[in-house]
T-cell receptor, first 115, second 112 residues
């Protein structure tokens, strides 16, 4: 049973650039959520995708956008990178189906460094 | 706003019992989850409380009191491998979709 996978593992970008991170959910899951985790902090909710639509959004600017594909995989895009965007970006999948869920499976994350 | 408070660090010896507390202030609250994260690893789900009371899963138990906006994670028979960061996460519900607010985490150090 394939777990949540993310790519790339590490990424170094320059201020002002754009980045795309990718996530494949756990087999059988239909919902993907994205989190930003700064060093020594808890994950901060960015947004959640279900049926290719953004369903919930955290307190992040419009520079952060996403997409979900018909196969449930997802992308996180960040434009106009700032130094403060340096963090571990985590993808979590869950099965919503017909109702909310409380158990999320996290991927290993993508470590983004902005210089 | 949404906020969760938990101690930043706890130290205990192998074989002991440790309790990690979490207080929360979240609108639309529907349950409290706990996650474990080893250094360099992904958070892994440990436990969930949707109702008041105690939930037990092996060596781990979790408790919730909605009236006190308080919960805790209890780890028994501590092992060295339990050294990790532990996060409480408050689930909120809107339009049948949920999102989670995480605390800053409690670093547990287990000593021999």
């Amino acid at each position: 049973d394939a777990g949540v996978t993310q790519s790339p593992t590490h990424l170094i970008k320059t201020r002002g650039q754009q980045v795309t991170l990718r996530c494949s959910p756990k087999s059988g899951h239909d919902t993907v959520s994205w989190y930003q985790q700064a060093l020594g902090q808890g994950p901060q909710f960015i947004f959640q995708y279900y049926e290719e639509e953004e369903r919930q959004r955290g307190n992040f600017p419009d520079r952060f956008s996403g997409h979900q594909f018909p196969n449930y995989s997802s992308e996180l895009n960040v434009n106009a990178l700032l130094l403060g965007d340096s963090a571990l970006y985590l993808c979590a999948s869950s099965l919503v189906g017909t109702g909310p869920t409380y158990e999320q499976y996290f991927g290993p994350g993508t470590r983004l460094t902005v210089t | 706003g949404q906020s969760l408070e938990q101690p930043s660090e706890v130290t205990a010896v192998e074989g002991a019992i440790v309790q990690i507390n979490c207080t929360y202030q979240t609108s639309g609250f529907y349950g409290l989850s706990w996650y474990q994260q080893h250094d360099g690893g992904a958070p892994t789900f440990l436990s969930y409380n949707g109702l008041d009371g105690l939930e037990e899963t092996g060596r781990f138990s979790s408790f919730l009191s909605r009236s006190d906006s308080y919960g805790y994670l209890l780890l028994q028979e501590l092992q060295m491998k339990d050294s990790a960061s532990y996060f409480c996460a408050a689930g909120t519900l809107g339009d049948n979709f949920n999102k989670f607010y995480f605390g800053s985490g409690t670093k547990l150090n287990v000593k021999p």
